[in-house]
């Protein structure tokens, strides 16, 4: 077992991951958020942000054996924005991490809005040539009201075009947070979403549920969603994705009805899916109950 943490990569926590990057060598070549400034996320909140210089990075890729190199096919660059790296370093630690695994079929990463935008379409090609392949893409909302109550910092507007350019060439996977906009806004927060995925047409969409990590007073003036009212959300989003062959997942474990399908085709699928969970909560008496980690402290 020591043998085998000898030579994994350095690691610093709390370290997250797309749960389909389970299978992922994972290389922090950042750490922390360069944003950090989400209302609701708390995952990096005790994380100073840092750069990991690119002969530390060297460092860690040399010190996997070549017979283990041999096995790697996807890695996962972490943490919450690793495409934050300046495009000419990101370039050089790709070369390596191409030279040094010969079977690599993909490099992944979280991004945001401001990573999207300041590297041009250009400089996503150059990335994509070396392998970053595929994109999770926290857009969390398609109503700029939403976002800025999120204060994930750019308007749909500024980020819309380069989602469409880069995604004939890299894969997207945008995640949308239900219950960000409250009860008030909940209807402009789905059927923006909605409009938002429909004109990019990921390979990619999930549904997570928002979770209060950071700012207890989040739902202070747009008032807390119920269970009911996150699945009517749902519906909402998924009814109106248009779009074509979108691999959707509603499967993360804040979510109350695990969901996928390929979208528009498994539309209506997917929406039985929610009227029967929809129905289990009203039989359970827990359509207007709040979830209960909306109680708790953050
Ligand atoms: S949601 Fe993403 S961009 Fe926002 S603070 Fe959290 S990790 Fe950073």
């Not at 890729?61 to 943490?79: H, Q, S, T």
């Not at 003036?221 to 779009?243: C, F, H």
């Amino acid at each position: 077992m020591s043998f085998f943490y000898n030579f994994l990569p350095d690691y610093s926590e709390p370290l997250y991951r797309p749960p389909s990057e389970s299978r992922s060598l994972i290389f922090q070549i950042t750490e922390g958020c360069s944003h950090n400034k989400c209302t609701f996320c708390g995952m990096y909140i005790d994380k100073q942000f840092r750069l990991k210089p690119v002969n530390e990075v060297f460092r860690e890729i040399d010190k996997i054996p070549n017979d283990y190199a041999l096995r790697v096919d996807k890695i996962f660059l972490a943490d919450g924005d690793a495409v934050i790296y300046p495009t000419d370093r990101l370039i050089i630690i790709l070369d390596k991490m191409n030279e040094k695994f010969p079977n690599l079929k993909r490099i992944s990463s979280y991004a945001g809005a401001r990573e999207l935008v300041l590297k041009s379409v250009h400089e996503w090609r150059e990335l994509a040539h070396r392998k970053l392949t595929l994109i999770y893409f926290g857009m969390e909302s398609g109503n700029n009201t939403v976002r800025k109550l999120m204060n994930k910092g750019y308007d749909v507007e500024e980020f819309i075009g380069t989602l469409k350019e880069i995604s004939s060439f890299i894969d997207l996977s945008i995640m949308i947070i239900l219950g960000g906009g409250g009860r008030k806004y909940s209807k402009e927060h789905a059927l923006d979403t909605a409009r938002v995925i429909s004109e990019v047409s990921p390979r990619y969409a999930s549904l997570l549920t928002l979770f209060m990590r950071r700012n207890r007073d989040y739902f202070q003036n747009i008032e807390t969603p119920t269970m009911g009212d996150l699945m009517e959300e749902s519906k909402t989003v998924i009814s109106n994705i248009g779009g074509s062959n979108i691999t959707f997942r509603s499967n993360h474990i804040s979510n109350f009805v695990s969901l996928s399908g390929i979208l528009p085709d498994d539309r209506e699928k997917l929406v039985s899916s929610i009227d029967k969970g929809i129905a289990r909560l009203k039989a359970e008496g827990l359509y207007d109950m709040i979830p209960d980690y909306y109680m708790e402290d953050c």
